[in-house]
């Protein structure tokens, strides 16, 4: 059987290649343009790729994303940081992989957070809890790989920009051992 897989990434400058779903930045372009993309097709996995801030100075690289959460839903006193009020998903949704922990939010983020901290946050980035949130309702199996561009920090801007492409050549190996796994 072959299995089919659908690499979804927020801007064609993170990854320039054939039959990627382009979102746009932020988890409403992404919310939209992956529930478009699953009304016409339902494949077996949906693999999210793009860059991400590191919020710890050792990260480098293409990472595996274990978990997520979304770090801008501010409904206090309805419900903690992170949570929707009156919604059923759970605040961190898990990949079932083993790896890091992404806080996903509308914001590009420029210095340290402490809450981000509290919640074992290693990097950040702004699509994914929506990529995440419309799988689980989907029931679509989702993996995530985030390459590091930026250390969340005052110079993110600039180093996002000059490393925006950077991860594709590893990002393109990986999804290729990723194929040759699910039919060997």
Known sequence: MHASILIVTALREELDHPGVLYTGLGKINATYALTKALQHSKPDLVVNYGTAGGLK??????????????????????????????????????????????????????????????????????????????????????????????HADRQSGDSWQAHISNGRPEFLAMIERLRMEQHP
């Not at 501010?74 to 759970?90: I, S």
């Open 57 to 150: 100075p050792n990260l480098t690289g293409l990472l595996e994303v274990a978990q997520v959460l979304q770090v801008d839903m501010l409904a206090e006193p309805l419900a903690p940081r992170g949570t929707t009020p009156f919604d059923t998903t759970p605040a961190i949704l898990e990949s079932g992989y083993p790896g890091v922990v992404c806080g996903s939010g509308d914001h590009f983020v420029t210095e340290a957070d402490a809450w981000l901290t509290r919640q074992g946050v290693d990097v950040v980035d702004m699509e994914l809890f929506a990529i995440a949130s419309v799988c689980r309702r989907e029931g679509v199996p989702w993996r995530a790989f985030k390459f590091i561009s930026d």
